[in-house]
């Protein structure tokens, strides 16, 4: 059987599935997750604004990253950080086309 890949995007995180399947023994450990970089930049900008969808989202990928290292699941941060134009665009979808990229 295959190995799994997960690809997280930033309403996964902020819902808690991930350690939630983790903790569940839901995911196995074959498998990979991978968090794109520009999910992980635009929950670092909302904490750095005090809000609350980025602070819990950087806590659930901490709580991911200590599941993983417990179970030796492989935890990646895949592809490139937004531009300038591509924050410009994400209300029209570009953040969302980049992790389909990564994906």
């Not at 941060?77 to 209300?91: H, M, Q, S, V």
């Amino acid at each position: 059987m295959a190995n799994k890949k997960y690809v997280l995007d930033t309403s996964i995180l902020i819902g808690k599935h991930i350690s939630s399947r983790l903790n569940n023994n839901e995911i196995k450990n074959e498998s990979e997750i991978i968090i794109p970089i520009a999910v992980l930049d635009e929950l670092q900008s909302q904490a750095s604004d005090n809000r609350e969808h980025g602070i819990v989202g950087l806590d659930e990928i901490r709580k991911i990253r200590e599941l993983c290292e417990k179970r030796g699941i492989i935890l990646q941060f895949k592809g490139e950080r937004p531009t300038l134009n591509d924050i410009r665009l994400a209300k029209r979808g570009r953040i969302d086309s980049i992790i389909k990229d990564v994906a």
